[in-house]
């Protein structure tokens, strides 16, 4: 198994750099990042068996396969309260990947497998910057595959669900304020890797032709890393306080509960809107509990204090004709994180997505789909009560992306 | 394809810029930075880790404040600049303190300061005329003496003639803005001789010193910042060593104990663990062996020889097998005849009256240094940092225990510019504390 995640985690993904609230990254289908991220509701390819498992069994085509990749460019700048001097997170290039497939082997039934990366963060503050003792650099990935199955009942009602194997590793550094005798910072790095099983579920419901109802609750999923490696780089004389060591820690995924509802007009025109609902309050605070414990070292409590959120979104396409489909949409992000548990590590603040979207059908059932998002975030001034670490923030998102779709 | 990838450059190309947010912009307020002097003694000079070398004088508080003034107008800060990073030499100079291993009395070797040795700057003067005027050392009524600078090697450095007044220096320099940080040594030259050294100064000496002070400072209207005197509990050169720090380690050794007391008629009782040190008791009704354990409260000072107390002072010597009480000078006591705590107390509380008053009337901002040490004292935490003020481990006060370490100095230079804005109606940016070392491990 663990080799199994190496091997997952090495090749099929690269980090993503959360750009949504938090740390949740909504980057699935480029079909749907076109219409404004939504899904719920919709059933037009095999992302369904994400979006909502319960809409799959409404995809027509037997065999449906898709996948893609966004090419995600973060900048967060940062102003320290009443200190001359700005921070720029270095440019972090990030390839957040899907692929999910689908199968009919009844007409009411579907069943599939979704891969993708709905949680992840990666930034590097630089290993000198004046918030270095509470975070230098940060990697998470969390990859998920999701086999599924979708049951139709009638063409008013279907239902779905799927495992989520979730596969997750970490890694961060951050500066200790324990000097040498150049005076050059001490360090610790925390290296870890885990896994956990969560679930999703839907139903969609199609009263009148065209018009879609879709509600889908994807679970909490803990990810637990009982044994991270925690490795010190300290003066001499201080080496008895930190001695490398097994740590224990734990972040929750949190759950999220998506409503959506579209509405087809002549098989032209779509326009939907979801309303998704993230439990973040899950993320109260990060403990690491250290093994070995020590003077120096015992069991911290990070509290992180996040807030449930709703995200409202918007989204149409227009069918042009049968080889070229346009996309537009936008939603409004509000961050789970209260003003005074800001913290560099996550530096989320209140975001307005823009997204644009095409899909060229050079023949039947084949797609090229790109898709364009622009996340602008809303300036926020915080402060990290617990380390006293105050500033303002604000990041810009730039997600072009590129997928493939076929389906017959 | 042509078009595709003209759009995907563009892409780049926008992923280029970064998100804008307004940068401060300093403002001088109703406050001229444009010549900026500062006054005081060792804390204001820079001495640290006790002696004044290069890097600690670099990181003075008016040093980072000039620094800071000089994002809004503020013009150069010279300083009487030492080069050595161990000091200047001269007769009685104490050397540079370091963190590095000593051997406790069980012959384990742990952490401690000792000396710092290298070669230092020969004690002559700089030549050129300074805008910072800390002298280590210097009590409120020295820098009214004429000829200060023969008595004051620290003065000698920097007096434009050694006939002079300190107060003499100022007019010349015609400042805009002043810092004043005095009158510490007023009663800490009493307080870390353990009351027996030096006195303190009189309030009816402190008030007209200081009064004189402000006023050559102010002249016709200078705009300045007065910071007053930290409680001596709040220094680690006082608190370190508990009055109970006898910690006697076996049972036998108790009992030993406990029957030489008997043996030598003294009422103590001890006990497995911390015990309270033997003191002088000259108030004592008996005979021989004038001693009494110590009080809670009592202060047992940084600079006890940890020698001698491995050799049982504080105690019973081992040597002599008698009692052997802490000699006076290594500790501050609160008895009938004498209570030295109560007389550093009452007169830090009368300086800071003084100050206060001196800040109100002249119109000048003031910095609480006593509440700030204070705050410290019961924890701090500033961009992550923890801190607070105890020796070594709390990562503020440098090796003398008296001292701010540079990371402190920078902290205490924020409080300045704290009063500062709120007086004058500045915004001068604080200094990023983080760039400043704390103490340094081997």
């Known amino acids: 198994m663990r080799k199994f995640t190496a091997l997952l985690l090495g090749i ?26 939504i899904g719920t509701s919709l059933t037009y390819d095999a992302s369904s068996f994400f979006y909502n498992p319960g809409a799959a069994a409404f995809v027509q085509d037997r065999f449906s396969i898709s996948g893609g990749v966004s090419l995600l460019m973060a900048r967060t700048t940062f102003q320290p309260k009443d200190v001359m001097g700005q921070y720029n997170i270095e440019n972090l290039l990030n390839t957040p990947l899907y692929f999910y497939f689908g199968f009919k082997p009844f007409e009411d039934l579907s069943i599939g497998l979704a891969v993708n990366t709905p949680y992840g963060n990666k930034l590097s503050w630089g290993d000198e910057w004046q918030g270095r003792y509470l975070i230098q650099d940060l990697a998470f990935k969390a990859i998920t595959v999701q086999p599924s199955f979708s049951y139709k009942i009638k063409d008013v009602f279907s239902f779905g669900m799927g495992l989520v194997l979730t596969f997750g590793n970490v890694e961060l550094n951050k500066a200790l304020p324990i000097e040498g005798q150049s005076g050059v910072d001490g360090k610790v790095n925390i290296k870890g890797s885990t896994y956990n099983v969560g679930f999703n579920g839907g139903i969609l419901v199609r009263p009148v032709k065209g018009l879609n109802i879709g509600v889908d609750y994807r679970s909490k999923v803990n990810m637990v890393v009982d044994e991270a490696d925690a490795t010190f780089t300290v003066p001499v004389s201080m080496q008895f306080n930190f001695p490398d060591q097994k740590v224990a820690t734990s972040l929750p995924l949190p759950a999220n509960l998506d409503f959506g509802i579209s509405y087809e007009i002549k098989e032209k025109l779509l326009i939907g809107i979801n309303l998704c609902y993230v439990f973040w309050s899950a993320y109260d605070s990060l403990v690491f509990d250290f093994k070995t414990k020590t003077a120096a070292l015992d069991k911290t409590c990070a509290p992180a204090m996040y807030e449930n959120k709703l995200i409202p979104r918007i989204g149409a396409q227009y069918k042009v004709n049968d080889i070229v489909t346009v996309r537009l949409g936008g939603y409004y992000d509000p961050t789970p994180v209260p003003d005074d548990h800001l913290n560099p590590q996550t530096p989320s603040m209140n975001q307005i997505g823009l997204t644009a979207g095409l899909s060229v059908f050079p023949f039947k059932g084949f797609s090229i789909d790109a898709a364009f998002l622009y996340v602008m975030g809303l300036e926020k001034e915080g402060t990290y009560s617990p380390e006293n670490f105050s500033g303002t923030y604000k990041t810009n998102v730039y997600i072009p992306g590129i997928g493939l779709s076929y389906s017959f | 394809m042509k078009k595709l990838l003209y759009i995907l450059f563009s892409f780049v190309i926008l992923a280029g810029c970064e998100p804008k947010i307004d940068e401060l912009s300093p403002n001088k307020g109703s406050a001229d930075f444009s010549r900026f002097v500062s006054v005081g003694n060792s804390m204001v000079a820079g001495l640290t880790d006790g002696a004044l070398y290069f890097s600690a004088q670099q990181n003075s508080i008016p040093n980072l404040l000039a620094q800071q003034f000089q994002l809004a107008g503020g013009g150069a800060f010279v300083q009487p600049v030492v080069k050595s990073e161990f000091g200047v030499e001269f007769p009685g100079s104490m050397p540079r303190l370091k963190l590095g291993y000593v051997t406790d009395c069980t012959g384990a070797p742990s952490l401690g300061p000792v000396p ?27 820098l009214l003496v004429p000829g200060y600078a023969l008595l004051n090697p620290y003065y000698f450095r920097f007096a434009t003639d050694p006939n002079n007044m300190v107060i003499q220096e100022i007019p010349p320099l015609n400042s805009t803005f002043f810092a004043l940080w005095l009158g510490s040594n007023d009663v800490l030259g009493y307080a870390i001789s353990g009351g027996v050294g030096d006195t303190i100064t009189g309030q009816a000496t402190f008030g007209p010193a200081m009064g004189g002070i402000v006023q050559s400072l102010v002249g016709t209207g200078t705009k300045g910042v007065i910071a007053n005197i930290p409680d001596i509990h709040d220094i680690p050169f006082f608190t370190t060593i508990p009055y109970n720090g006898m910690v006697l380690p076996s049972q036998d050794i108790v009992d030993q104990v406990n029957f030489a007391m008997g043996h030598f008629g003294l009422p103590y009782t001890y006990q497995l ?3 309270p040190f033997l003191v002088a ?9 004038k001693v009494r354990q110590m009080k809670p409260g009592e202060l047992v000072l940084l600079t006890v020889p940890q020698d001698s107390l491995c050799l049982g002072m504080g105690l019973i010597s081992s040597i002599t097998l008698t009692p052997w009480p802490l000699p006076d000078q290594f500790v501050l006591t609160q008895d009938e005849i004498k209570d030295e705590i109560t007389n550093i107390e009452t007169a830090i509380a009368g300086y800071n009256v003084i100050i206060t008053g001196l800040a109100q009337t002249n119109g000048l901002a003031l910095v609480d240094m006593n509440t700030k040490l204070k705050e410290l004292e019961s924890g701090l935490v500033w961009d992550g940092i923890h801190m607070n003020a105890n020796f070594v481990t709390g990562g503020v006060f440098s090796l003398d225990g008296i001292h701010l370490n540079s990371r402190g100095n920078a902290i205490a230079a924020n409080y300045f510019i704290e009063s500062i804005n709120a007086e004058y109606g500045s915004t001068i940016p604080f200094v990023d504390i983080t760039k400043y070392q704390g103490v340094l491990f081997p």
């Open chain 1, 12 to 37: 099929c993904l690269a980090a993503s750099t959360a750009f949504g609230g938090g740390y949740q990254v909504s980057l699935h289908s480029m079909r749907n990042i076109g219409m404004g991220l």
């Open chain 2, 116 to 142: 710092d040795l290298g070669p230092r700057d020969p004690l002559q003067p700089v030549g050129y005329q300074v805008n910072n005027l800390g002298i280590p050392g210097a009590k409120s009524f020295h």
């Open chain 2, 273 to 275: 663990g911390p015990n």
């Open chain 2, 281 to 289: 008791d000259p108030t004592s009704s008996r005979p021989v062996y």
